[in-house]
């Protein structure tokens, strides 16, 4: 009865609205988490769409905290499914340490799985751990191939190397 008679009086007051944006907080909330149950199941179903979906919300923090462990479990599920974001991810998680430990001889491998499904990016991510010896013994002008190879199928990045480093197209 007086919360009623104070929403008559202060139909404006910021409690109000601060009540209102909790209350629509709150329904988000309750409406994210039904959506992330959805695509939880679908995701362990085997739909790669969502098993996709489920580890770019962990990763990014979507729906909440992020979780990188999580993400981590899904981005190796989408790559054993020869899945190439599952497996460009897997390879910068291991690059950078992100959940793992910095491991460049199994970011290499996963790069290299990337190339051969065409990624050019992962061309040019082989070519510089080769040129720094990363991961696998140094070698200065396979790196230079890679680089080529990736600068003919039109990777700027490459490209901007070759220029800048070998002084090459």
């Known amino acids: 009865q007086a919360w009623g ?3 008559k009086k202060y139909p ?3 409690y109000i609205s601060e009540s209102k944006r909790i209350y629509t907080d709150l329904l988000k909330e309750d409406k994210r988490a039904k959506e992330l149950e959805k ?3 679908l ?3 085997g739909n790669v769409i969502y098993i996709k979906k489920l580890a770019d919300i962990y990763y990014y923090g979507t729906y909440g905290e992020r979780n990188h462990n999580l993400a981590y479990s899904w981005y190796k599920v989408l790559a054993d499914k020869n899945d190439l974001e599952g497996i460009t991810t897997m390879a910068h998680m291991y690059t950078y340490g992100i959940t793992v430990d ?3 001889k199994k970011a290499f491998e996963y790069y290299k799985k990337g ?3 065409g990624d050019t990016d992962c061309l040019v991510d082989m070519a510089f751990l080769l040129r720094r010896g990363n991961g696998v013994p140094q070698d200065i002008n ?3 191939e890679l680089l080529k190879i990736a600068a003919k199928k039109g990777n700027k990045a490459a490209k901007s190397y070759l220029k800048r480093v ?3 197209l």
């Open 5 to 7: 008679n104070f929403i």
């Open 12 to 14: 404006n007051s910021k």
């Open 39 to 41: 695509i939880k199941k």
């Open 43 to 45: 995701a362990e179903s």
């Open 102 to 104: 910095v491991n460049f």
């Open 115 to 117: 190339a051969m499904l």
């Open 142 to 144: 396979q790196a230079k």
């Open 166 to 168: 070998y002084n090459i």
